[in-house]
Nanobody, 123 residues
């Protein structure tokens, strides 16, 4: 499975970005998808996850109410809509795929990873 993340960039605090992650090489729909991020000098952390149908989602407390994860199984794509961005949201964002039915919040829960896309939020 190959995951290609895109949509990162530079945005001012309070602004919005939408990240996309396109999957190829395997049927997309049976898998849990997640977004993680890693800021400079920090460990990778869970941001959001979504189950196979899109009917169940999970978020880190730090992004609840600001970020929304969604998926389009017909397009093999998962999205992360990020609103009200803060400087502390600055990080490389990674999408990941998990061959499981429950949304995990740890890196080891996921089997495949994209290359990451940089999000920079200026104050």
């Amino acid at each position: 499975v190959q995951l290609q993340a895109s949509g990162g960039g530079l945005v001012q605090a309070g602004g919005s970005l939408r990240l996309s992650c396109a999957a190829s090489g395997r049927t997309f729909s049976p898998y849990v998808m997640g977004w993680f991020r890693q800021a400079l000098g920090k460990e990778r952390e869970f941001v959001a996850g979504i189950n196979q149908s899109g009917g169940r989602t999970a978020y880190a407390d730090s992004v609840k109410g600001r970020f929304t994860i969604s998926r389009d199984n017909a397009k093999n794509t998962v999205y992360l809509q990020m609103n009200s961005l803060k400087p502390e949201d600055t990080a490389v964002y990674y999408c990941a795929l998990a061959a499981r039915t429950l949304i995990g919040s740890h890196s080891y829960d996921y089997d495949y990873w994209g290359q990451g896309t940089l999000v920079t939020v200026s104050s």
